[in-house]
């Protein structure tokens, strides 16, 4: 037995829950590691999981045995860079799940720069707002933006978007310009609700103008759940919008868009990259990590 490969397995049978799909994605049979993880079982003299027909759950010594395990495979991992000269060029798959337009105007345009520095590793980005399971579906990090309400996840925040409201001349043209953010909540205005995929709904956002404050949520005509359809919709005069400004910049710049409310502040929207508990940042992850900071500190 390769203890190294045996500890890979358990590892691996942990983060996703499955034998099945620890083989998947390691491109092993089932057979092989069901008998990677039954035979470091036999060498450490204990039972590591508890298996039934539908579920694999840890048992108390296979959970101290596993924060040590994945420790020791970063750490291993770590060790055969440097002597490669991967210290300074991590190498591996890197799986990212990021919101779909941070994704299309930010991170893919500027993801040459990142080849360019680290090219043996390879992204593999998941483009959604969805909630992502991150241990099931075996993802090594999440870009999201709002406060993580998830406290098992370990987070860095990589920035703050300054938010604005915004309208499209045509939308302005048909029901007017609002002059105060409480206009948005009668019946001569809309808005274009998200649906936060924490909560599945639309929800208020925070104003202030000097020691004036008010939430506002206003009266949607049409909610949706992903980024890219939300501010479409908002071209398309559908409502007023919410947007971060790398998201509204070049729509203000070609007359797409308007912001409105001058003098009035939103709360600006941390963004987080998260990624599971009990799991060691490893070289190609921190170097992401890093990355992302560098870009969206170019965002302004």
Not at 79 to 85: P, W, Y
Not at 193 to 220: H, I, M, N
């Amino acid at each position: 037995m390769d203890r190294f490969d045996a500890m890979r397995a358990f590892a691996r049978v942990v983060e996703v829950g499955s034998f099945t799909k620890a083989a998947d994605t390691l491109d092993m049979s089932r057979t092989t590691v069901t008998q990677l993880v039954q035979q470091l079982e036999t060498r450490l003299r204990v039972r590591l999981l508890n298996r039934t027909t539908r579920k694999v759950r840890l048992t108390n010594d296979g959970a101290q045995f596993y924060e040590r395990v994945v420790r020791l495979l970063a750490d291993l991992e770590e060790a055969e860079g440097s002597l490669s000269g991967a210290a300074s060029a991590p190498r591996g798959k890197l799986r990212v799940d990021v919101p779909s337009p941070l994704a299309s105007l930010v991170l893919v345009p500027a993801l040459a720069d990142f080849h360019a520095r680290y090219p043996d590793i390879q992204v593999d980005m998941g483009v959604s707002d969805r909630i992502v399971d991150i241990i099931g579906e075996h993802v090594d990090c999440v870009v999201r933006g709002g406060e993580l309400l998830d406290q098992s996840l370990m987070a860095r925040k990589v920035a703050d978007l300054g938010l604005g409201m915004y309208a499209s001349p045509a939308y302005l043209a048909r029901l007017g310009t609002p002059l105060h953010p409480s206009e948005l909540e009668g019946p001569g205005q809309r808005v274009v609700g998200f649906l936060w995929a924490r909560s599945g709904k639309p929800v208020p956002y925070a104003l202030s103008r000097g020691d004036e404050r008010l939430q506002v949520q206003g009266r949607p005509v049409l909610s949706v759940d992903d980024g890219n359809a939300y501010l479409a919709a908002g071209l398309a005069g559908l409502g007023v919008l919410w947007l971060p400004d790398y998201m509204a910049r070049p729509h203000l710049a070609n007359g797409g868009l308007v912001r409105l409310f001058e003098g009035w502040q939103l709360e600006p929207m941390p963004l987080y990259v998260a990624y599971p508990p009990n799991r060691h940042v490893g070289a190609k992850l921190r170097v992401f990590i890093d990355w992302v900071v560098e870009v969206m500190a170019r965002q302004g």
